[in-house]
């Protein structure tokens, strides 16, 4: 058994340059304003399009982010319909062969401290969980099968695209006090990679203290 922590990598070669010169070259066919492009007008053009409401121009571009989490936060991760997700198959995959290491990994979850009891319990249904989907498996199981054993605090990993303007409606959602605090666990600095690679588009955007 592994415990891990959850984890994001982003697979889009975010150039900021490129991506605001191509968002203000569709955004000014609105307004047939194309002579005005300079060399350096997308930035600025771009923050006002955003700060002025008319976000629709940005969902010309995408990001691609790896997300490593348990199962559960992933439920919350796709009610984003505006979205294209590919996520790791408890059908397909087993976790008793090698490629695995035999074990199963499970996301720490950040709301116990590992000397509280309420850690030790769900350390504790976490080994048993594990024991029984081997066990299964040595029965002739197939992973589908005895997938059933498995808890909400597995390990997934999934691959979500989303367009700039569902990007922005993802974090101001996302980072909030009300969501789950393992979403927020990953949000939060996720909300701050993206600020800094397009500050032009999510600079405006800031996580709720608490």
């Known amino acids: 058994m592994r415990i891990i922590e959850p984890s994001f990598t982003i697979l889009t070669d975010v150039n900021e340059a490129e991506i605001v010169r191509r968002i203000e070259r569709a955004a000014r066919v609105c307004y047939k304003s194309e002579d005005m492009i300079t060399d350096d007008s997308a930035p600025d053009f771009v923050r006002r399009i955003i700060k002025s409401g008319h976000e629709s121009v940005i969902e010309h571009e995408s990001v691609s982010v790896l997300v490593v989490c348990d199962r559960g936060v992933s439920h919350e991760w796709v009610r984003h319909r505006i979205a294209s997700y590919s996520q790791e198959s408890t059908r397909y995959c087993n976790y008793g062969k ?27 249904a976490m080994r048993k969980a594990e024991d029984a989907y081997l066990a299964l498996l040595r029965l002739g199981a197939s992973p589908q099968q005895a997938r059933g054993v498995l808890p909400n605090s597995l390990k997934t990993e999934l691959v979500v695209t989303m367009n700039l303007r569902e990007w922005r409606h993802f974090f101001r959602l996302r980072v909030d006090k009300s969501a789950h605090p393992q979403m927020r666990e990953l949000a939060k600095p996720m909300l701050a990679e993206f600020k800094r690679l397009l500050p032009c588009v999510f600079g405006d955007i800031f996580p709720a203290v608490g």
């Open 98 to 124: 090698d490629k695995f290491g035999g074990e199963i990994a499970f996301i720490k979850p950040r709301f116990w401290n590992e000397d509280g009891e309420q850690y030790r319990i769900w350390l504790d």
